[in-house]
């Protein structure tokens, strides 16, 4: 068990997410930067979509009740284990008792807290993640509180595995490697493919959304990004219905300020969506921090589906690589 001694800005249980329910106004949500919840969970023994914690900017100070493996994940933002600094991407034994708290962000804005066993709230609609707008899944729907108690799950035999290995050779933990780590940045170049609506947009603002810069607003959530840059606009007078969109549709709304939607984002939308983030991408816009300088670049749908086989390709051997390490 997980007892909350300070809850953080905004931390809460977050799993991939609701999928399959977008046709019943149902958001997917789940995890902002969805990389670092699946490495987290990897590292710790734990399947990829096991529920971990998300804690955004200011991080929370968690109490371990009992003896944890954990893994953290995603921006660092200065985390320390009684008070001694603890690695990124690297699992490590969190004794009964201890607290795990973070001081300020270094780089990114969100950290992923794996732990074994994953966090043990209730399924709602399938997932365990948090929907703070239908107030919904994670802890009674709701960010972390202090005083909260989160139940972890029973760890299973990997997790043993790793907890023995570290117990044996701490200085021998496995680590996530440098190609699999996104390279979080304050100014991060963003791949895109063209949107349904892009043509539609002047050829002014097509040039613009490619060669402008960005700036992430402080009006920015789980469902949005809102950027101030170059105002961008259509070319002519339509009449747009409203449209499914996703994680990494950009939809610009009539003040030409451009939104990229995110975990928590609406099932449709009425604005014309010039682009789409591709998702490999998108742990660097989770990890963009109100400020942070954005910039886009077109790729082709066939690259997006490239890079994106390409991560999931060495996503699976890192998995395999870690069952090999547990099994030896």
Do not use: K
């Amino acid at each position: 068990m997980i007892r909350v001694r300070r809850a953080g800005l905004l931390t809460t249980v977050q799993d991939l997410g609701r999928r399959g329910m977008q046709q019943h106004g149902i958001s997917r949500g789940g995890a902002m930067d969805a990389l670092a919840h699946r490495i987290a969970n990897l590292l710790v023994g734990n399947a990829d979509t096991a529920a971990a914690l998300e804690c955004t900017l200011l991080g929370p100070a968690l109490e371990f009740v009992e003896e944890s493996v954990v893994a953290l994940g995603g921006g660092d933002l200065g985390a320390t284990l009684e008070g001694r600094t603890v690695p990124l991407w690297t699992p490590f034994i969190v004794p009964a008792g201890s607290v795990l708290s973070f001081t300020e962000p270094r780089t990114g804005c969100r950290a992923c807290i794996g732990v074994a066993g994953g966090i043990d709230v209730p399924l709602v609609l399938g997932s365990r993640a948090t929907d703070l707008i239908a107030s919904i899944g994670g802890h009674e729907g709701r960010a972390l509180a202090p005083g909260d108690e989160l139940p972890t799950g029973t760890p299973g035999g990997a997790a043993d595995r790793m907890r023995d290995r570290l117990l044996a050779a701490p200085d021998r933990a496995p680590r996530a490697g440098r190609s699999l780590i996104p390279r979080y940045s304050a100014a991060p170049v963003v791949r895109i493919i063209r949107g349904p609506e892009h043509d539609r947009f002047s050829p002014a603002s097509r040039q613009l959304l490619v060669a402008g810069e960005f700036e992430v607003t402080p009006q920015s959530n789980r469902m949005g990004l809102r950027l101030r840059g170059p105002s961008l606009s259509l070319s002519g007078l339509y009449d747009l219905h409203s449209s499914p969109v996703t994680m990494g549709t950009v939809q610009v709304p009539p003040s030409g300020d451009p939104i990229v939607l995110m975990a928590d984002h609406q099932t449709i939308g009425g604005y014309p969506r010039i682009a789409s983030v591709i998702t490999v991408d998108l742990p660097l816009l989770a990890q963009a921090a109100p400020g942070a300088r954005v910039r886009f670049r077109e790729v082709s749908l066939a690259d997006a589906q490239t890079l994106y086989l390409r991560r999931e390709h060495d996503l699976r051997m890192f998995a395999t690589g870690l069952h090999v390490l547990h099994t030896a």
